[in-house]
């Protein structure tokens, strides 16, 4: 700690000085050229005008997103978990889904919202109308993902909330191909300023084609995720290479 102040503090100091010799290297030539200096002068206050500006204009719009985002979330949470899921239908027929029907009913096996994107695939979605403190947990999402794609066999299989993922949720989301789609990703589609569920640019993809690989740099950072007897080795491609088996087996 102590050396990282010593070093902020020598940062400081030789900005302080590179910025005094930069003065005084303007102020020298100002004094040798009176008329250039008044042109490149209000050249310079031109542009430090219009910076300012743009920058004003973007922190104003910045903050009217912002804000019209919030009370779009606040009026989110105030539904029952009903008009939720007819909210999430509402906005998937908006841009673009066809076939979008709401289950409505328990024993739905996850699936509350169910349709087909513009390009063709099967969207399964899930509603977690929840309060900003009470957090999706791993739990969640496994129930989901049991059912998700094996069941209700989706393309593209999302948890979507009004709040936000526990750390453990979205590993077990990047692992099994579940796109989540928190408070602010929710309220920035709703409000048209993000993408939807099913877009490209949302992570995690669920088709089996797309979904996480092991690669040579993240097999160690999931090694973890394995069995101890499987460390160090190759990342099983299957689940039935994980239960151990005899030599007469295959």
């Given at each position: 700690?102590?050396?990282?102040?010593?070093?902020?503090?020598r940062g400081r100091v030789l900005l302080l000085v590179l910025t005094a010799l930069a003065l005084r290297a303007v102020?020298?030539?100002?004094?040798?050229?009176?008329?250039?200096?008044?042109?490149?002068?209000?050249?310079?206050?031109?542009?430090?005008?219009?910076?300012?500006?743009?920058?004003?204009?973007?922190?104003?719009?910045?903050?009217?997103?912002?804000?019209?985002?919030?009370?779009?979330?606040g009026r989110y949470r105030t539904m029952d978990p009903a008009e939720f899921e007819n909210a999430l239908a509402f906005?998937?027929?908006?841009?673009?889904?066809?076939?979008?029907?709401?289950?409505?009913?328990?024993?739905?096996?996850?699936?509350?919202?169910?349709?087909?994107?513009?390009?063709?695939?099967?969207?399964?979605?899930?509603?977690?109308?929840?309060?900003?403190?009470?957090?999706?947990?791993?739990?969640?999402?496994?129930?989901?993902?049991?059912?998700?794609?094996?069941?209700?066999?989706?393309?593209?299989?999302?948890?979507?909330?009004?709040?936000?993922?526990?750390?453990?949720?979205?590993?077990?989301?990047?692992?099994?191909?579940?796109?989540?789609?928190?408070?602010?990703?929710?309220?920035?589609?709703?409000?048209?300023?993000?993408?939807?569920?099913?877009?490209?640019?949302?992570?995690?993809?669920?088709?089996?084609?797309?979904?996480?690989?092991?690669?040579?740099?993240?097999?160690?950072?999931?090694?973890?995720?394995?069995?101890?007897?499987?460390?160090?080795?190759?990342?099983?491609?299957?689940?039935?290479?994980?239960?151990?088996?005899?030599?007469?087996?295959?």
């Amino acid at each position: 700690m102590a050396r990282k102040a010593r070093n902020r503090r020598r940062g400081r100091v030789l900005l302080l000085v590179l910025t005094a010799l930069a003065l005084r290297a303007v102020g020298l030539w100002v004094a040798g050229h009176p008329a250039t200096s008044a042109v490149a002068g209000s050249l310079l206050a031109c542009t430090v005008l219009s910076g300012l500006l743009v920058r004003w204009k973007l922190r104003r719009r910045t903050r009217h997103r912002q804000l019209m985002q919030a009370a779009e979330a606040g009026r989110y949470r105030t539904m029952d978990p009903a008009e939720f899921e007819n909210a999430l239908a509402f906005l998937c027929v908006r841009d673009g889904c066809r076939a979008v029907y709401v289950t409505g009913r328990s024993g739905d096996l996850g699936a509350d919202v169910i349709g087909y994107s513009p390009d063709g695939a099967k969207v399964v979605l899930q509603a977690k109308r929840y309060a900003t403190t009470n957090k999706v947990t791993s739990p969640d999402l496994q129930r989901f993902g049991g059912t998700c794609f094996t069941v209700h066999r989706a393309d593209i299989a999302a948890v979507v909330t009004t709040s936000t993922f526990t750390k453990a949720a979205r590993d077990y989301a990047l692992l099994a191909g579940i796109r989540l789609v928190d408070a602010t990703a929710f309220t920035a589609w709703a409000t048209r300023t993000g993408p939807p569920p099913w877009h490209r640019a949302t992570r995690a993809r669920c088709r089996t084609s797309e979904r996480p690989r092991f690669t040579p740099r993240n097999v160690g950072r999931r090694a973890r995720h394995l069995p101890p007897a499987h460390r160090g080795r190759r990342p099983p491609r299957r689940l039935s290479q994980l239960t151990p088996r005899g030599p007469g087996e295959r």
